[in-house]
């Protein structure tokens, strides 16, 4: 049971445009949502995060968007730069339920020059 | 702030093998947890504790892993009689305390990579 689904494996970006990466949950008890990043040979860093009782949260060029009637949470990075090329993890959990996070399966974002 | 460090970084084994992975969090943090990434997928939760207890464990743990944290500092994930569908990336996370919606709630380490023939 995929509870946090990221649907894109993969996304490529000419550098300076907007990324675009989207996520998709299906338990609606996920109160708190976090992005994600990983280089390879390297473990994920922490990006940014929205409780859902925001609908934004924005973090220079990172802004992550909640849409919880759609259950579906976005992060935009404007303008893409070359080292922004990595895979990128949504992930939730409930703040008063279990204390673990949930990952989709994640997009790797390739940032062309 | 040294980071999580686990050691091994790679690890190849026979299957049959037992092999012990170790991860040490951050000095401060009480709590820690373990996943596992295979190609293509996100990390997959296995267990946590909360300093020297163990509070959870995934039905992905079967009873061939083990996992101890027995002075709530530094812990094991152990693998006995490992198969070939073993093969993945051991993940290893600390977090201050309880994750409460503030910040950033895990610091991960860069895993531990399995490979069972």
């Known amino acids: 049971d995929q509870q946090v689904k990221q649907n894109s494996p993969s996304l490529s970006v000419q550098e300076g445009r907007i990324s675009i990466l989207n996520c998709d949950y299906t338990n609606s008890m996920f109160d708190y949502f976090l992005w994600y990043k990983k280089y390879p040979a390297e473990g994920p860093t922490f990006l940014i995060s929205i409780s859902s009782i925001k609908d934004k949260n924005e973090d220079g060029r990172f802004t992550v968007f909640l849409n919880k009637s759609a259950k579906h949470l976005s992060l935009h990075i404007v303008p893409s730069q070359p080292g922004d090329s990595a895979v990128y993890f949504c992930?939730?959990?409930?703040?008063?339920?279990?204390?673990?996070?949930?990952f989709g399966q994640g997009t790797r974002l390739t940032i062309n020059p | 702030d040294t980071g999580v460090s686990q050691n091994p970084r790679h690890k190849i084994t026979k299957r049959g093998q037992n092999v012990t992975f170790r991860c040490d969090p951050i000095s401060e943090h009480n709590r820690l947890y373990w996943y596992r990434q295979t190609l293509g997928q996100g990390p997959e939760f296995l267990t946590y504790?909360?300093?020297?207890?163990?509070?959870?464990k995934s039905r992905l743990l079967s009873d061939r892993f083990s996992a101890e944290r027995p002075k709530g500092s530094f812990s094991t994930l152990e693998i006995q009689r490992t198969e070939q569908g073993d093969s993945a990336m051991y993940l290893c996370a600390s977090s201050l305390e309880a994750l409460t919606g503030m910040g950033s709630p895990l610091h991960f380490g860069n895993g531990t990579r399995l490979t069972v023939t």
């Open positions: 504790f909360q300093n020297e207890a163990q509070l959870e």
């Open positions: 992930a939730a959990y409930e703040i008063q339920g279990a204390q673990k996070l949930v």
